[in-house]
């Protein structure tokens, strides 16, 4: 038993507030666990009524490099007035701290919803936003964060999920196949040298929070070096040919205040959709002796799930395969 505990599992709520109150701060409630797997974040409140988010970061995931390489970033942006939750700095300005054999950061709890996606305000302010995010990001690369690179990445994801138990024979010859096949395609697709700036990296809908038309950016544990359009393509989420275009319209238009943006990276959109699509099965199948992700993703275990994971990634395989450019004529 001993050998399959997982260090997640030592930071017990006592241990939480003890780590916050060893930093000058008193907690007189307990913390609020809050949806996330990859870290482990906690709500908190001080004798003040400020209300906290504490991030422990995952053992072994980035060097301290990176991870001040980010902190780095996000207290340049909110220096610039984008909406961002940078880290709280103690007297020394030190803004990583360390308990427990964890690293873990102090960010201002952000308020609000997430934005609405048929709204076309709503998506001209998120447009605003990130145009706001890469007029900033573009200053300057980052050293030590990583770089988005399709071709390695869907190598590592193809590798990781080959290496378990995951699928039956069937799945497997279906699966080494079609995903060998992606992995040709995103190489051919892979965009030239030089258009990388420094990119939130997982701009979804989980990390925008707002009211009204106003929104903020947190969560930026994924930042790398990527295109501009890997912070825009998750928020085009319609069904049909016409929304999409509304929807990329009302956000380019909001981008384009604050920020060129070059229309030929729309034909990188599907190539990162396949590359999600990949990393996020494999992200599954490595993190799976965390317990908080058989509890919280039990359907992987099952053969249904890598059914209809191989069928999506044969349709994606197909998009791309079938020179499907509606896109690049936007």
């Known amino acids: 038993m001993a050998a399959n505990h997982h260090p997640f599992e030592s930071l017990t709520p006592q241990r939480i507030v003890e780590a916050v109150e060893a930093l000058g701060m008193w907690l007189p409630g307990e913390p609020f666990t809050l949806n996330s797997y990859e870290n482990r974040v906690f709500l908190v409140s001080d004798d003040e009524r400020r209300r906290w988010v504490v991030k422990f970061y995952r053992p072994d995931r980035w060097r301290e490099a990176q991870i001040r390489e980010e902190h780095t970033f996000l207290a340049e942006l909110a220096d610039a007035d984008v909406p ?73 994801s193809r590798e990781q999920v080959l290496a378990g138990a995951w699928l039956n024979r069937r799945q497997r010859q279906t699966y080494a196949r079609i995903s060998e096949t992606l992995q040709s395609l995103l190489s051919e697709r892979a965009w030239p040298a030089g258009v990388e700036i420094r990119a939130h990296g997982d701009c979804h809908l989980g990390n925008i929070l707002g009211r009204d038309h106003e929104f903020a950016l947190v969560d930026f544990d994924d930042c790398c070096m990527a295109p501009a359009v890997q912070d ?99």
């Open 232 to 330: 825009l393509w998750m928020l085009l989420t319609a069904q049909n040919d016409q929304e999409l275009h509304m929807q990329l319209s009302e956000l380019l238009e909001g981008y384009e205040q604050h920020h060129d943006f070059d229309r030929r990276q729309l034909e990188w959109i599907e190539p990162l959709r396949a590359l999600r699509l990949m990393r996020h099965s494999a992200w599954l199948v490595a993190r799976w002796e965390d317990p908080a992700f058989p509890r919280a993703f039990p359907w992987v275990a099952s053969e249904d799930y890598w059914d209809q994971h191989i069928r999506t990634l044969e349709q994606q395989r197909m998009i791309l395969d079938g020179s499907q450019r509606w896109l690049a004529s936007t």
């Open 84 to 156: 961002v939750a940078a880290p709280w700095q103690n007297a020394q300005g030190e803004t990583l701290h360390d308990a427990y054999g964890f690293r873990f950061a102090l960010f201002p709890h952000v308020p609000g919803q997430a934005p609405e996606l048929e709204n076309p305000e709503h998506l001209y302010a998120l447009g605003e936003l990130i145009g706001r995010l890469h007029a900033v990001s573009e200053r300057r690369g980052f050293e030590k964060r990583p770089r988005l690179d399709p071709e390695t990445l869907a190598a590592q």
